[in-house]
C-alpha cells in the first residue's frame, strides 16, 4: 500500500472512531446501577458523557410490574446538559428498573436499562 493510500486510510479510521466516541453512554446514576437502598430515593439521576438534546430525551422508572412510577418529569439540566433526571413519589420496597433514551447533541441516540433494589 503506498504512503498516501496508507494515510488516507488511518485518517478515515480516526474520523470513524472519533464519531462512535461521540455517542452519549452513561457514566454514572444515583441510585448507582444495580445497588441495593435503604431510602428509597426521590430522583433518579443520571450522567451521561456528552451533552443531551432535552427534546429527544426521556427517562422512565417502573416498578417489578411494569407501571410506571416516577413523576413523569423528566428533564434535562440547563447547567449541565450531561445530567438528566427525574422525580420519584414514594416506593414501596422492591425491583425498580430505570429505562432511559438519549440523543446527544450530535444526533446520535443510544438506549439503555438497568435496575435497584430498595429494601423494607
Known sequence: MSSPARLATLLI???????ALSH?????????????VRVAPNRVELWFTEPLEPAFSTLRVVDAGGR????????????????????LSSMPPGRYRVVWRVVSV?????????TFDVLP
Open 68 to 87: 410506571q412510577i416516577d413523576g413523569r418529569d423528566a428533564s434535562v439540566d440547563k447547567s449541565d446538559r450531561k445530567h438528566l433526571s427525574v422525580s
Open 13 to 19: 479510521g480516526l474520523v470513524l472512531s472519533a464519531s
Open 24 to 36: 452519549a453512554m452513561l457514566d454514572h446514576a444515583t441510585p448507582p446501577v444495580g445497588s441495593t
Open 106 to 114: 450530535d444526533t446520535h441516540a443510544t438506549e439503555g436499562d438497568f
